[in-house]
């Protein structure tokens, strides 16, 4: 990450605990841990929680794997992200604004899709199933790309951590209930008498899924519209598409010349020890003999709490230390918390050594995510908010996303112990591209 002002200011100019205490409590923090939640709900819908049951419904773990891919709809969002930025909804943008429309457009497409998801059995037509999880991806990136622009114009870059922060912990939460939730759920539906899979309870969890999304929907409803940046008219087509399509690309080359491949590099590879592995953790867990109880239980409890704990110290340490400092230490943790599955998978069936495996992965990814969304903030020019901020989180699971396609051959091939070792080795050449990151002297993201 280029250092932000954070890391570069005077020592007297930190917060002390109290203010930054009390930075969580504002408005645009709160509106962030409901739009984060909504945020974060449909990611495990269509991998984690999606793989549970289709290992449960028979499906084996290269299919899985492959699956996976239908995340590519978030390593391509930058696509369409120009669209997202400038592109007026009929009625609805007059009505709502720019980003409220799109965010409400998009939450209407994911909870459409998992309703029909919920629909489908898998057991007896997986290509159905796909195209549902395909459309809540789809649903789910775009409104990625206008959440991202609404909290990046929502405050300065001084309040940018906490934002993080609270978002992430939204986000977190909402993923501890996509999984451990509609794993609860699930479970809760089940009739004792019948085989052990049951599509009518995975049916239940995943409308109950769908109708989480209200929370946020109430959230965009009575948020305001952030003041954005006028965009003068375009005065024909190919003016509208260099603005829209050409100008947030030039100009990110523009600001860091060479440097911006270093940058994009970093971007790309943060976090592919975590979302490489998280492909086949769930799978790890059925094929390990823990229940949908008890995994569910042990996120549940544990995993809320240090997830919070992850993104209050990831959050804080960025406002008080600097944020490069934190993304080298969420990159650390990451890798290592991925060598404790591989101890796990020796270890047979043991909750206690479940939760604490799970407890320090919570903890590690709560750090690292806060760091890293504060950085990437950092990079954004706001009169591209929407744009940049997508061309970034894409590059940042489309080679992980990629890669985690052949997890479940890997698995097969070589067993989870070496798998996941292997994803923890992924992120060592994460630490040096930090180091030099961080090397980079800084270049302000323009205000206006």
């Not at 809540?136 to 309040?159: C, M, N, P, W």
């Not at 969890?205 to 999304?213: E, I, N, T």
């Not at 024909?236 to 590099?265: C, K, T």
């Not at 043991?350 to 750090?367: E, H, P, Q, T």
Request: charged content about 10%.
């Amino acid at each position: 990450m280029i250092p932000s002002t954070h890391d570069q200011a005077p020592q007297d100019d930190k917060p002390t605990w109290l203010q930054t205490i009390k930075v969580y409590l504002e408005p645009a923090s709160l509106r962030m841990l409901s739009l984060g939640f909504s945020a974060g709900l449909p990611l495990l819908l269509v991998f984690g929680t999606l793989s549970f049951w289709l290992r449960e419904a028979g499906v084996d773990r290269s299919t899985i794997g492959f699956l996976s891919w239908v995340g590519l709809a978030y390593g391509f969002k930058w696509v369409w992200s120009p669209l997202v930025d400038r592109m007026p909804i009929p009625i609805l943008t007059r009505v709502l604004g720019r980003r409220r429309s799109w965010l409400l457009l998009a939450q209407a497409i994911i909870m459409a899709g998992l309703v029909s998801m919920a629909m489908t059995d898998p057991k007896l037509a997986l290509a159905p199933m796909v195209w549902c999880a395909i459309s809540v991806a789809f649903g789910s990136a775009t409104q990625d790309i206008a959440l991202d622009a609404f909290r990046i114009e929502s405050a300065d870059i001084q309040h940018q951590a906490a934002l993080a922060a609270t978002y992430q912990t939204g986000y977190r939460l909402a993923m501890i209930w996509s999984g451990a939730g509609a794993l609860w759920i699930a479970a809760r539906a089940e009739t004792a008498s019948a085989a052990n899979y049951q599509y009518t309870a995975w049916q239940t969890a995943y409308l109950v899924m769908a109708a989480s999304m209200l929370p946020g929907v109430l959230t965009v409803l009575f948020s305001s519209e952030p003041v954005q940046r006028a965009i003068p008219p375009a005065r024909n087509a190919a003016e509208w598409l260099r603005g829209a399509l050409v100008d947030p690309f030039a100009e990110f080359l523009r600001r860091y010349r060479w440097q911006a491949a270093l940058i994009l590099a970093l971007i790309a590879t943060y976090r592919i020890s975590d979302v490489v592995m998280g492909i086949m953790a769930n799978p790890f867990y059925v094929d390990m003999g823990y229940t949908k109880d008890e995994v569910a239980a042990v996120t549940k409890i544990y995993g809320v709490v240090m997830t919070l704990v992850g993104a209050f110290i990831g959050g804080s340490l960025a406002l008080r230390m600097g944020v490069m400092r934190v993304l080298l230490l969420g990159a650390v943790l990451s890798a290592a918390s991925n060598v404790l599955f591989s101890w796990l998978a020796g270890q047979g069936h043991d909750v206690s050594k479940l939760i604490f495996v799970i407890s320090a992965d919570n903890l590690a990814s709560g750090i690292a995510s806060s760091a890293f969304i504060a950085y990437l903030s950092s990079l954004t020019n706001v009169n591209y908010s929407a744009t940049q901020y997508a061309l970034f989180s894409s590059m940042m699971l489309l080679l992980p996303k990629f890669v985690a396609g052949y997890s479940g051959v890997y698995v097969d091939h070589f067993g989870y112990a070496n798998f996941f070792n292997a994803t923890a080795l992924l992120g060592a050449p994460v630490l040096v591209l930090v180091w030099l990151a961080s090397r980079i002297a800084a270049r302000p993201t323009p205000t206006h």
